[in-house]
């Protein structure tokens, strides 16, 4: 769970700082998808840091990747098709 807190500035004035952990995210299409989840309420403003991730990192991720699917594989038989979905929420706008 996270919540707000005040964070006092050097010149005196306050900032809501989050203690929400740090989350992963891709920019793809011109927008931050997490990685994890958000325990934000909708439409919530917030400050992103950024800080790419070496080819190492992503490597070790696309390993966690590839476990995660051989575990569904394992479990179910097969690796369930998502391609229906994307392709909904790659649909433009109506």
């Known amino acids: ?3 707000l807190a005040k964070k006092q500035n050097n010149n005196g004035t306050s900032e809501a700082e989050s203690n929400m952990p740090q989350i992963e995210a891709i920019y793809q299409g011109g927008v ?3 990685l994890g989840a958000v325990t934000l309420p909708e439409n ?3 400050r ?3 800080q790419p991730l070496g080819a190492d990192e992503v490597n070790a991720w696309l390993e966690e990747v590839r476990q995660v699917q051989q575990r569904i594989i ?3 038989g097969f690796l369930p098709d ?3 979905d994307i392709a909904l ?3 433009p706008d109506e």
């Open 74 to 76: 394992e479990h179910r």
């Open 1 to 3: 769970m996270w919540y």
């Open 89 to 91: 929420d790659r649909a």
């Open 82 to 84: 998502s391609t229906p």
């Open 44 to 46: 919530q403003r917030v």
């Open 32 to 34: 931050f998808k997490p």
């Open 48 to 50: 992103l840091n950024i």
